[in-house]
């Protein structure tokens, strides 16, 4: 590490090169850089990052002041480069020379062309780390598919546990709101690579850390490993749950989630009930017959919880420990008087003089905390900055401006 970390800054000292697209190598870097990494992202000529052009906007239809972008990108410096020409591949090569992790999405058959062959990137940095994530990784039959979201959420196989339950065999399955599959990638691949640097940091030597899009959506199936093994069971949407109750329920106001399958819960809820005759049915008397049931049950569930508010129906359930959960929209969650305690939201500069709302830390530490220390940057806007570090004077910015090689 170059420099030592400070109280304020985990990741002080540790230059990331960012070369993708979209939302798995941004949310992928953005962990680093909020952590204090200096991360250097890479934009092609033209519209730069897709996520430039996914709403909501702050205002109009800015690609500068898209909230998708501005979330993915706090504290980076942002760069324009066209890797598909040789001068374009020489500043990555100069880039990455002095860093420590390079993360892209770039497809791989198109890796050697932008010039980000690991092995000659760490042949002139041997202790460089190289992140790539694709939708099936590096090797396979499946390696130069393109995937969207959609396939990826059908391939890593929670399409095949997502939508209708038991009577909706009808009923297409239901992908997952927005781009898990990136977010779990760019997650996933935050994880492994600060390891790689951690080891690259104590043995000098880097590595090729290979993410798989489909294994990343695959390895949080809900209780798809589970089932198999201990229970002879396969995982499917339109299956019965082993265990109940674990299931939404509607109160006067809206959607709440019950959990409570352990025996322990159950009575607890039957008691906060007023111990209910059906409670003490038989049919009734242990999860596995309480799930058998459920028909039965969820009917007097439902009966009890109509005549409830989610606050109130939750706050009761929290109060003893029963792990009730109210189903929230945006809107609740902006208003939760929890995640107002906790400062969870943070509220960031839009880069036209104005301010967003976005998620904030997803952690708190209290010698490293998260911190935003600089809005997401406008296209190219530390282009000439940058190469002024790599050595490029003033004429030699222009000529590569004037040649389309920067912007």
């Known amino acids: 590490m170059r420099g030592e970390a400070t109280t304020r800054d985990a990741l002080a000292g540790i230059r990331v090169i ?11 870097t953005k962990q680093l850089a909020d952590l ?19 709403g909501p906007y702050a205002g109009g239809s800015d690609p500068d002041r898209s909230g998708f972008y501005l ?20 500043i990555l090569a100069r880039l990455a020379a002095g860093a420590d992790l390079v993360v892209h999405n770039v497809a791989p058959a198109e890796i050697a062309a932008r010039g980000l062959d690991d092995a000659k990137l760490r042949a002139a940095n041997p202790r460089l780390v190289v992140t790539s994530i694709s939708p099936f990784g590096l090797d396979g039959p499946n390696r130069d598919l393109r995937m969207h979201d959609v396939n990826l959420w059908a391939a890593g196989g929670a399409a095949s546990l997502n939508g209708g339950g038991p009577g909706s065999d009808d009923m297409p399955p239901l992908k ?30 880097g590595q090729l850390v290979e993410v798989s899009m489909q294994e990343c959506v ?19 949407r339109l299956g019965h749950k082993p265990i109940q109750p674990l299931d939404f329920l509607e109160c006067k106001d809206g959607w709440i989630f019950i959990c409570c399958v352990e025996e322990h819960q159950w009575q607890r809820f039957v008691e906060l009930a007023g111990n209910p005759d059906w409670a003490s049915m038989e049919l009734f008397d242990n999860r596995i017959s309480r799930a058998a049931n459920w028909d039965a049950l969820q009917i007097f569930l439902g009966e ?14 929290q109060a003893r420990r029963i792990p009730f959960a109210p189903v929230s929209t945006m809107g609740d969650l902006l208003s939760s008087d929890h995640l107002k305690t906790r400062g969870f939201f943070a509220t960031v500069d839009d880069g036209a003089g104005g301010t967003v709302v976005m998620p904030g830390a997803p952690y708190l530490h209290a010698r490293t905390p ?12 530390d282009t000439d900055a940058v190469l002024a570090e790599l050595g490029y004077d003033a004429d030699a910015r222009a000529r590569l401006r004037d040649a389309g090689v920067i912007a």
């Not at 204090?36 to 996914?54: C, L, M, N, S, W």
């Not at 695959?218 to 499917?236: D, K």
Request: hydrophobic share 40%; proline share 4%; glycine share 12%.
């Open 176 to 205: 997952g709101f927005g781009h898990q599959s990136g977010f779990q990638a760019g997650l996933n691949a935050a994880v492994a690579s600060l390891g790689a640097v951690y080891g690259a940091l104590l043995s000098g030597q």
């Open 71 to 90: 979330y993915l990108n706090t504290n980076k410096r942002g760069i324009v480069v066209d890797l598909e020409r040789p001068d374009g591949r020489e």
């Open 218 to 236: 695959t390895s949080i199936l809900e209780m798809a490993y589970e089932f198999y093994p201990y229970m002879g069971l396969v995982a499917s």
């Open 370 to 381: 998260w911190r935003i220390r600089k809005r997401a940057p406008r296209l190219g806007e």
């Open 304 to 317: 009890y919880a109509a005549e409830r508010t989610v606050d109130e129906l939750y706050h009761e359930a």
């Open 36 to 54: 204090g990494a200096d991360v250097i992202k890479i934009e092609a000529p033209g519209r730069g990052d897709t996520a430039r052009h996914r």
């Open 18 to 28: 960012e070369c993708g697209d979209f939302v798995a190598p941004s949310f992928a």
